[in-house]
């Protein structure tokens, strides 16, 4: 049976326009205060990336309050088309993209918030899939999509990224009896080989009156290398430079950002783009001269990174995004991150679900067995 447009689920608010999702922020941050706090759950860091990546989309942000009239969870999602297999479909997405790192409903209860979501979205027939992307394990979302499937709603799951993270110890000597010697071994190395070609300084910026420039010349580096030949860096599409500048001059002012340079003679040959946070380093992006890659100029800045993590007292360093072998180097753990699928109960809805998740892994099983 198809979905019936009903009266709005109690408590559950959509907010839909630019000037009312400004005047959440002082009790939005509040909430991802006491609940997953986290620099990408803020209003801040929505705010930057909708202005940036999503200015002329339409925002649904549903929001329940608690019975004091206090904000209880919140769950910010875009309105828009897709296309599904070929099949355009209307998607209720996150308010993420890669450059997001993790998404999550934000809730101090998440099954209350769960349920009264979902019910609201049930009485809506204007959705046929709703997507949260990269959501972490243990993270509120899962509660949006178990109610769900409970409700026998169709639903799926595509594990999207297992990203490396380090927990400090209190001191670099205690870290580095977790690496391996012949590791260790070639950071050595191939230190001593950066050192013949000049003098090797590390500088950490928080902001200042250069802040442009230093960040200018991180963007260039990154777009030296491979990134800039794929057309993946930061300084090669408008909306992923103003998105990655505009939240330097946010995070400089909060007090959040760090940046680091490893020079060599003065020139930046590796750079970090980063935010502190509540004890935690997140790194959203590094970069480094791929025409000193024999003296790895990268990994020999993350291992004074990493020690200054430590002097300074953080608990966590996050490298954020994929599995890669190089952070592997530095940690053996990993946090797994998981696209939530949540389809209408209509016939369509179950349509498609059954298209993404029993025929097509089908035909891509018989098309590989086929090859062989």
Same mark, same amino acid.
């Given at each position: 049976m198809e979905a019936r447009q009903l009266t709005p689920a109690p408590g559950v608010v959509e907010v839909a326009d630019r000037t009312s999702f400004m005047t959440l922020e002082p009790e939005w941050n509040a909430l991802v205060g006491s609940t997953a706090d986290e620099p990408f759950y803020r209003h801040e860091f929505l705010r930057v990336w909708v202005d940036n990546f999503a200015p002329e989309s339409r925002l649904r942000l549903l929001t329940l309050r608690d019975g004091d009239g206090r904000l209880a969870a919140g769950l910010p999602l875009l309105a828009g088309r897709a296309s599904m297999y070929g099949v355009p479909v209307r998607q209720l997405s996150a308010t993420a993209? !890669? /450059?997001?790192?993790?998404?999550?409903?934000?809730?101090? &209860? !998440?099954?209350?918030?769960?349920?009264?979501?979902?019910? /609201?979205?049930?009485?809506?027939?204007?959705?046929?899939?709703?997507?949260?992307?990269?959501?972490?394990?243990?993270?509120?979302?899962?509660?949006?999509?178990?109610?769900? #499937?409970?409700?026998?709603?169709?639903?799926?799951?595509?594990?999207?990224?297992?990203?490396?993270?380090?927990?400090? !110890?209190?001191?670099?000597? &205690?870290?580095? #009896?977790?690496?391996?010697s012949k590791f260790k071994a070639n950071c050595r190395r191939r230190r001593r080989k950066l050192e013949e070609k000049g003098r090797v300084t590390v500088e950490r910026v928080e902001g200042g009156l250069d802040l442009e420039a230093r960040l200018e010349e991180g963007f260039a580096l990154e777009a030296s290398g491979w #990134?800039?030949?794929?057309?993946?860096?930061?300084?090669?599409?408008?909306?992923?430079r103003g998105f990655y500048s505009e939240l330097a001059r946010e995070a400089a002012y909060a007090g959040r950002l760090a940046l680091y340079y490893m020079r060599l003679e003065g020139r930046a040959v590796a750079f970090q783009y980063a935010l502190e946070y509540g004890g935690r380093y997140f790194l959203l992006k590094p970069g480094y001269d791929e025409s000193l890659g024999d003296c790895s100029p990268g990994q020999l800045l993350m291992e004074d990174v990493l020690r200054?993590?430590?002097?300074?007292?953080?608990? &966590?360093?996050?490298?954020?995004?994929?599995?890669?072998?190089? #952070?592997?180097d530095w940690t053996d753990k990993v946090r797994r991150h998981t696209w939530l699928y949540?389809?209408?109960?209509?016939?369509?809805?179950?349509?498609?679900?059954?298209?993404k998740f029993r025929w097509a892994p089908v035909a891509r099983e018989v098309v590989a067995r086929w090859k062989r």
């Open positions: 993209n !890669p /450059h997001s790192c993790r998404f999550d409903l934000v809730a101090r &209860e !998440p099954q209350a918030a769960a349920q009264a979501f979902l019910g /609201h979205l049930r009485q809506d027939s204007s959705w046929d899939v709703l997507l949260l992307t990269d959501v972490p394990e243990g993270g509120a979302g899962w509660a949006l999509y178990e109610a769900a #499937k409970a409700s026998g709603l169709p639903v799926g799951t595509w594990e999207s990224l297992q990203s490396p993270y380090i927990p400090l !110890p209190g001191s670099w000597d &205690e870290y580095q #009896k977790t690496l391996q #990134k800039g030949r794929r057309g993946t860096a930061m300084a090669q599409d408008a909306r992923t200054d993590c430590m002097q300074r007292g953080l608990r &966590e360093f996050d490298f954020l995004g994929p599995d890669m072998v190089w #952070k592997r949540i389809f209408n109960d209509t016939s369509f809805g179950r349509a498609l679900c059954a298209a």
